[in-house]
Nanobody, 125 residues
Framework: QVQLVESGGGLVQAGGSLRLSCAASGRTFSNYAVGWFRQAAGKEREFVGDISRSGTKGYYIDSVKGRFTISKDNAENTVYLQMNSLKPEDTAVYYC??????????????????WGQGTRVTVSS
């Protein structure tokens, strides 16, 4: 079992920045790739990006590319989502999820074994 806890959400003005954290406990975190998803009110949960087990490279959807960065610290069992130049359309509950399956840009929910409870991000215009 892996337990994931997100933190760092909040209210920010458009153009601002937030850094979300996803802290893991349980099994060896380096054995898992991690994805970030988000769900806006009334919408389906959307894949944002993911990072490999080693944390060497992140992959992103086009709408956040160049603004969001995912990093992974296996020593600290934590994954970060740095969000810059935030826009009102980034408003959502953000979830991290861990998967043992390898690969890149795994945008569907099925392969993810563990999920956090979510942290809310609100971007005001």
């Amino acid at each position: 079992q892996v337990q994931l806890v997100e933190s760092g959400g909040g209210l920010v003005q458009a153009g601002g920045s937030l850094r979300l954290s996803c802290a893991a406990s349980g099994r060896t975190f380096s054995n898992y790739a991690v994805g970030w998803f988000r769900q806006a009110a009334g919408k389906e949960r959307e894949f944002v990006g993911d990072i490999s087990r080693s944390g060497t490279k992140g992959y992103y959807i086009d709408s956040v590319k160049g603004r969001f960065t995912i990093s992974k610290d296996n020593a600290e069992n934590t994954v970060y989502l740095q969000m810059n130049s935030l826009k009102p359309e980034d408003t959502a509950v953000y979830y991290c999820a861990a998967r043992s399956q390898s690969g890149q840009f795994i945008a569907v929910r099925g392969p993810y074994d563990y999920w956090g409870q979510g942290t809310r991000v609100t971007v005001s215009s």
